[in-house]
C-alpha cells in the first residue's frame, strides 16, 4: 500500500517534462545576474505580479524576511495576523535577524480587519516601536487556506498607505488564491509594496520563491539576499523549473482545491469529525472529537496516510492536496482514516 502523503504541498517531487525542462537550462553565474532562465523567471513574475522587478531566493521564508528586512529598521513593529508564517514558523528570524517585533491580530482564519489594524498603528512617540510594515498572507495558511476577498486586500493597502505603513503580501500560495477566486495576481499585489510568490508548494518546483517590487527595494533585497548566504550561482536548473511550474501548473491547482473539497466532504461523514472551517483552496482542518491529533497522525501514518497536527487545537490535523494525490488518492485516504478512526 503506498502512502497518501498529505502533510503538505511542498512534498511534490518534479515530474519527469519538470525535471526535462531542468536539465535543458541555459545556466549563467547569477550573482553577476548572468544566469538568462533566471532572469526569464524573474522578468515573468515581476510581470505576473505587476511590479518593476523580482528577485529569485531560496525559500518562502528567505522571501519573507527578505521583504521584512528591506522594509524596516531595527525596533520596527509589524502588524500581522497572529498566524502569520513569519511569527510561527521562521525560527524566531524577525527579532532574530533584523530587531524587529511583530503586532500580532486576531485576524477572521487570518483575514485582517482594516479598522483594527488602523487601531493597532502606534502613535509616534520615543516610547512607542515605530509602526512600519503591515504584512497579510494570501491564501492563509494557518486560516485553512484562506483567499483574502481583494476588496480586503485594497481596504487594508488603503489604511497602510494613509498611515505610512509599507504592505508585504506573502503570496506563497498566492496563486492558489488567483484559481480559487478569478482575481489576476496582480490586482492581489497592486497595494502592496514588496509581495511574494513560492514555487515550491502548489506549484510543484523542487526550490525557490519570488520577491517583487519596485526596482530600488529589489536591489535592496538583493543586497540583504547575499547577507543571508543566498546569492547562488547556476541556479537557473531551479528557475527553470519555476518557469515550467508556471506555465503548466497554475491552472490545475483547481483540481488540489477539488480534491479538497472531496477529502472534507468524505471526511466530515466520519463519526465524530468535523470540518473545522469552509475549504478554499487546497487546506482542510479536520477535528477529531475527543481524539488526540498527534496519536491519530501516527495511527494514520501506519494505515497509509501522512499528515500533520495542526498545534492550534489537540484534535486538530490538517491535510493538504497537491501534484501528487489525485481524486482517487483523496478519496481513498478518507477511507483509510474512517477505518482507522472506527478501529
Ligand atoms: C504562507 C507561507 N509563507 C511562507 C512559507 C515558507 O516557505 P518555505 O518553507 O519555502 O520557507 C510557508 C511554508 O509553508 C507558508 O505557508
Not at 509589524?78 to 527579532?95: Q, R, W
Not at 480587519?113 to 498572507?137: G, Q, Y
Not at 488603503?158 to 488567483?178: H, T
Request: net charge neutral; proline share 6%; charged share 25%.
Amino acid at each position: 500500500m503506498s502512502p497518501i502523503d498529505l502533510r503538505s504541498d511542498t512534498v511534490t517531487k518534479p515530474t519527469p517534462a519538470m525535471r526535462e525542462a531542468m536539465a535543458r537550462a541555459e545556466v549563467g553565474d547569477d550573482v553577476y545576474g548572468e544566469d538568462p532562465t533566471v532572469n526569464l523567471l524573474q522578468e515573468r513574475v515581476a510581470d505576473l505580479l505587476g511590479k518593476e522587478a523580482a528577485l529569485f531566493v531560496a525559500s518562502g521564508t528567505m522571501a519573507n524576511q527578505v521583504a521584512l528586512g528591506v522594509l524596516t529598521r531595527p525596533g520596527d513593529e509589524v502588524i500581522c495576523d497572529e498566524g502569520a508564517h513569519p511569527v510561527n514558523f521562521e525560527g524566531g528570524a524577525m527579532p532574530a535577524l533584523w530587531g524587529i517585533q511583530p503586532r500580532t491580530l486576531r485576524g477572521d482564519r487570518g483575514v485582517l480587519d482594516p479598522a483594527e489594524v488602523e487601531a493597532a498603528v502606534r502613535p509616534e512617540s520615543e516610547h512607542f516601536p515605530r509602526s512600519r510594515v503591515l504584512e497579510i498572507e494570501n491564501t492563509h495558511n494557518r486560516g485553512g487556506g484562506t483567499v483574502y476577498p481583494v476588496e480586503r486586500v485594497e481596504a487594508l493597502a488603503e489604511v497602510a498607505r494613509r498611515r505610512g505603513l509599507a504592505m508585504y503580501l506573502d503570496g506563497a500560495r498566492l496563486m492558489n488564491a488567483v484559481v480559487a477566486s478569478g482575481v489576476p495576481a496582480r490586482r492581489y499585489a497592486a497595494g502592496a509594496t514588496l509581495a511574494s510568490l513560492c514555487l515550491s508548494k502548489g506549484l510543484g518546483a523542487p526550490a525557490g520563491s519570488l520577491l517583487a517590487g519596485p526596482r530600488d527595494l529589489v536591489r535592496d533585497a538583493r543586497r540583504l539576499r547575499k547577507r543571508l548566504g543566498g546569492a547562488m550561482r547556476q541556479v537557473g536548473v531551479l528557475a527553470a523549473a519555476g518557469v515550467y511550474a508556471l506555465e503548466h501548473h497554475v491552472s490545475r491547482l483547481a483540481e488540489d482545491h477539488e480534491n479538497a473539497r472531496a477529502l472534507a466532504g468524505a471526511l466530515s461523514a466520519v463519526p465524530g469529525v468535523r470540518i473545522a472551517h469552509p475549504v478554499e483552496t487546497n487546506i482542510v482542518f479536520a477535528a477529531f472529537q475527543g481524539r488526540s491529533a498527534v496519536d491519530l497522525a501516527a495511527r494514520f501514518r501506519a494505515a497509509g496516510v501522512l499528515c500533520n497536527p495542526e498545534g492550534s487545537k489537540p484534535d486538530l490535523l490538517r491535510f493538504v492536496t497537491h501534484l501528487d494525490v489525485s481524486a482517487a488518492d483523496a478519496l481513498e485516504a478518507a477511507r483509510r482514516m474512517a477505518h482507522t478512526v472506527a478501529a
